[in-house]
């Protein structure tokens, strides 16, 4: 079992960054890979960054070159980067964890881009 809390979320202007957490209850190392998801109103969940247990990333192609993912193993905290914010990255976010053949996810936090 693994439980996720996220924060960071909030209102920001286009242009501007904000950064995501996601703090997990046990061990990263003990934790296949960590992501981020976003779902926009009317929009299916779609994933916004994957990291891996050694530290490869993956991102989605809209986000590429704005968002950087990454670890503090010694926290047990994932986090999001997010730079040049973009009214269409408008969404909740959701931390996700893989161990295994389960996934886990955290409660969502809000992000609003105002243009």
């Known amino acids: 079992q693994v439980q996720l809390v996220e924060s960071g979320g909030g209102l920001v202007q286009a242009g501007g960054s904000l950064r995501l957490s996601c703090a997990a209850s046990?061990?990263?190392?003990?934790?296949?890979?960590m992501g981020w998801y976003r779902q926009a109103p009317g929009k299916q969940r779609e994933l916004v960054a994957h990291?891996?247990?050694?530290?490869?990333?993956n991102y989605a192609d809209s986000v590429k070159g704005r968002f950087t993912i990454s670890r503090d193993n010694a926290k047990n905290t994932v986090y999001l980067q997010m730079n040049n914010l973009k009214p269409e990255d408008t969404a909740v976010y959701y931390c996700s964890a893989r161990s295994g053949l389960t996934s886990y996810w955290g409660q969502g936090t809000q992000v609003t881009v105002s243009s």
């Open positions: 990291i891996f247990s050694g530290a490869t990333t």
């Open positions: 046990r061990s990263l190392f003990s934790i296949g890979a």
